[in-house]
């Protein structure tokens, strides 16, 4: 999920670098697979939101 954060982090700042490493600061699990929190790149918050089914990601959005 990180790497997966951390390309389009930067793909929306349309730069072809990364500004830094990404933390993770909360990440949340549900029993129906959804799975949101937020994480922080370059002193940004970013926060995201993905589903789960059959132990593959199926959805992923940054907010």
Excluded: C, I, K, Y
């Excluded at 951390?6 to 993770?24: D, E, F, I, K, N």
């Excluded at 697979?33 to 992923?60: I, K, P, Q, W």
């Amino acid at each position: 999920m990180r790497l997966h954060l951390s390309a389009r982090l930067r793909a929306a700042r349309g730069q072809s670098t990364a500004s830094g490493p990404v933390r993770m600061d909360t990440l949340h699990l549900r029993a129906d697979g959804e799975v949101f929190g937020t994480a922080v790149s370059g002193g940004r918050a970013h926060a995201f939101t993905a589903r789960v089914a059959d132990n593959r990601m199926t959805s992923f959005r940054v907010l």
